[in-house]
């Protein structure tokens, strides 16, 4: 942490004086000594460190001192207070109100911090409700823009820019009026980093102040800067007329001393420092509690004091609560409406951990409202065995909340009994050691309530399986869960991954493809999933997703399907370059040279799943994939229509199947049985069945007696699947057929067919494959087939031609189609384009070259 060092230096100095027997002047010379030795080492200016010495001295005036002063706790206060002076100017800055628009404009030095900081400013009043909207007047910078556009389209918040225009005056001014007129209340602008010396873009900055005429200008440091700062932090003031200063990058190691100075100069208050990258990394700054931190002055007895300083007068009778009486849930209770009130988020910055400075209103008026269904007893209590599993549930009902929710509240009153006890320690403490946290303590406190709450819960639950017969209560079987909170019990059983942030988009895509696996197991409805799903958000995630929320409206929860929400995850955690190169990708995909169709689905679906409802339904996504596959592979299929992309896959894998076993030239007959060299086509193998059925256990899906062969030379393109093992995991999507059996018994025990819903066993659905349901041919569809109509004429060498035969070509290969004798009316479709047709009569052993086609009459 920037500053630290510095801290550390003067708390020790402080506390040699406070160690030593008396303190007369030679130790307080010795004590101020020591404090402007570090303030000089870490960077702060000569003249300020000069002033600080001889305030402090004015103040405390030793030789003046009556006996019986305090006078170390004087020279404590007279250095906390000075160290506050430097930072504060003693004038608020300007504030932004909701019902009328304002305009602040960031300036500072190059690298600073701005474009991040402008958006964390606005995430900041998002979160607080109002309506910010960003421009960006960085024309100079190449990739400012576009920074600014992916931070805000991150964080939901409306920008503007130019990657033409190249007057950052023009840009801003459009800015400015386009969000006015949208009624945004917040305008924020982000210009260009400048120093001193370069007059033209000071003098630009004028410009841009003149014409945008800002409420408010907030200058940018880096915490980092060195003594250097204080000059260019005066020119930026005397400029541009600077009213406040965020402080950047105080999370670095720099001394931070430079930045102390600086913020001196411009005589306008910190008003927020940066704390890392994110966008949440963001906290507003008062002064007494960062000095009292910088201090650590927790160690310092002298606290007390300097609480109840910071304390106004109207919070003191509940810091007093606080301090002295057992922290209940109605203390709890006057904490939060406080907090709501705006009011003692300081006392809860020095004392509290950070979180609680962070909670969100929304989870606070929460928590008064869950409260307001409590009795005067419970309230009044800080035992939560009081909490009986009806009341709690009563509570939640009285609230209009889930029973989760409620332990939710306990959890929070939990956490902040356990601060409160520390705090309260940390007071009434005299001795340094005790100061800091007593885990003996906490352990015990965190025993007492953690022992409770798995007893309400199970309790709870079981009362609720009693009640609610769609509850499953977490067991396996039976209905499945009717309530998300039935539905949470049994996800968390699961043991769900949480999700916080993720460092790459990859990690992002793994979380949410680890929780859909779970939801998918569990079974569990599209009405829940992204419930579930958002209870495992932690830190920044939930952080967002809380505003986001909070932005979209109360409805928004119950109309989000897990498609949406995937695709507002996926957008909020990619990178917009990403975002934009997945969506140009899933446009414009295809099928690889060499790519599987496992490969190929796999790689289609992450896309799929990345543009989320804008995939379009599970058919259109069917026929973007089919359409996408390569052209030997569309050619088996083209005519078939499919539900969903797994039935494509699905059918394109059993052709390839069919490919390979005819590339390695095993011919199997239509049982798919290997057949002998010579052995005749349409007959079942001699060596069939009953022999080696690990080898030959898979039935094909034509019927021996049903055939419409000609000579073996046409069969090598649809032999019948392997039998053997080694061959069965590559039957990647089969959702039908049932390994190792046959014949019409099996079918009871089958699955039923994705494709088509029936069942059948051992061999691959016609449906799929597009090939002819009475013999499973794929040249034809079942009303030509010449088994119905009881002209097997096509059995034997080819010489009797089918004569008006519907022809589906898209299933015969090349090699069938040069060696055919029939003529077939076929319909081509142009690939891609729906509206190109060509009509052809296709003659024996003509080959089809076709590079165009013409539109037909019908458009
Ligand atoms: N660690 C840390 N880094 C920060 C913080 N604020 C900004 N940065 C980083 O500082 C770098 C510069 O930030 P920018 O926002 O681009 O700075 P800028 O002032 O807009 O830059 P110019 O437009 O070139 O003047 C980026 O890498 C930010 O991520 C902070 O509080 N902590």
Redo the contacts with the bound molecule.
Sequence with gaps: MVLQELGGKISSALQQMTNATTVNQKVFDKCLNDIARALLQNDVQVEIVGDLQSNIKRIVNLDGRAEGHNKRKIIQQAVFSELCKMLDPGKPSFTPKKNEPSVVMFV?L????????CTKYAHYYQNKGWKPALVCA?TF?AG?FD?LKQNATKANIPFYGSHTESDPVNVAVEGVETFKRENRNLIIIDT??RHVQEKALFEEMLQLREATKPDLVIF?MDSSIGQAAFKQAQAFKQSVDVGAVIV?????HAKGGGALSAVAATKSPVIFI????HIN?FEDFNVKPFVSRLLGIRDLSGFINQVKEVVQVDEQELMQKLLEQNFTMRIMYELFQKILEGSFNQVLSMLMPKEHENESQVKIRRYLTMMDSMTNEELGSTDLKLMKESRIMRIARGAGRQVSEVFEMFQEYKRLTISVSKMKKMVNTRHTDEFTSNPAFEAAVQRRVDAMIPNITARIAERMQSNDPGSSGGSSGGHPPTTITSWLEKFSKEKPKSFSSASSPSEAEDWLGHIEKLLEGLGCGDEFKARLATYKFEGDALNWWKSYKAAKGDDFMTTLTWAGFREIFLLHFFPVSKQEKFEHEYHNIYQYEKETSTEFMKRFLRLAGFMGARAGTQAEQAKKFKWALRNEVLEGIVNTHFDDVAQVANAVRNLEILKERAKQGVKRNYEGEPVQSGQGNGQRGSNARGGDRRGHDYRGYGRSDQGNYRSGRDYQNRDYQRGDQQNRGRHDYRTSGSYGQKGNGDRATSTPCNSCGKTHPGRQCYRAIGACFLCGDTRHMARDCPQKNGTNNNKGNGGNRQQNSQGRVHSMTRHQAANSSEQIDVELCVRGCDCYWASLKVEPNLILRIKEAQKDDDG
Aim: charged share 25%; no cysteine.
């Design positions: 500072g190059q690298g600073s911090g701005k474009t991040t900081t960085d910078r400012a920074q260009s980093g940018v950047t990058k105080m999370d670095g940066g704390t890392g990258e990394e």
